[in-house]
């Protein structure tokens, strides 16, 4: 199988200035693999690190100490000892995130939004247009609200943009943060769908899903992460 995704005894502590310098382990050693076609969700109790292990893979994070590799146009890259341009290189071509939160833009319309990312790629603006239509159809987000700043949307709503966005450039690794908070089963049933068609393609997919039914429809492993430490499992 090919590894997409491999983190060695990668460690973050944060360090509250404000408070005398006070540190935080947040995780310890962790060490992760993820193939290409799988799903691997990150599980355990708030405050164990999943949403920091996440962000430390996306670059948001910089660890204490450890290594992520990400396959990045057929080699592996480095990204904690990577440039800042390097990063930004492996974030468009093959590093796609999906949160909860859609970061608005003023002015820029929800189909505008959805392309942007596959029109950054050189992708024909007419080839563009056409996959996020498709995209904000699945996701049942009404046209009429396509050509309007999402701004004005309900939560739900920039949601499904936000999730639009992130699964139209097809990435060969896919970090989910929560895609499903707050969505009604309908909607949630349309994102368990994009998953799983981005795992038949071959993407290798890192999660973090509160919603168990939907954890038990696209999880092939759990990576079960518990406060200053991480361990990793496999469970039915």
Sequence with gaps: MTTRL?????SKTFVLHNQQGIRLPV???ACLEVNAGECVVLHGHSGSGKSTLLRSLYGNYLPDSG????????EMVELVAAEARQILAVRRHSLGWVSQFLRVIPRISALNLVMQPLLELGVDKAECEERASTLLTHLNVPQRLWH????????????RVNIA????VDYPILLLDEPTASLDATNRAAVVTLIQQAKQRGAAIVGIFHDEDVRDQV???LYTMTPA????EVQP
């Design 6 to 10: 491999r983190v060695e005894n990668l």
């Design 27 to 29: 995780f310890t050693d």
């Design 67 to 74: 290594q992520i590799w990400v396959g990045h146009q057929g």
């Design 148 to 159: 309007l700043a999402p701004s004005t949307f309900s939560g739900g709503e920039q949601q």
């Design 165 to 168: 966005r992130g699964f139209i």
């Design 219 to 221: 999880a092939d492993r």
């Design 229 to 232: 430490s991480v361990s990793a």
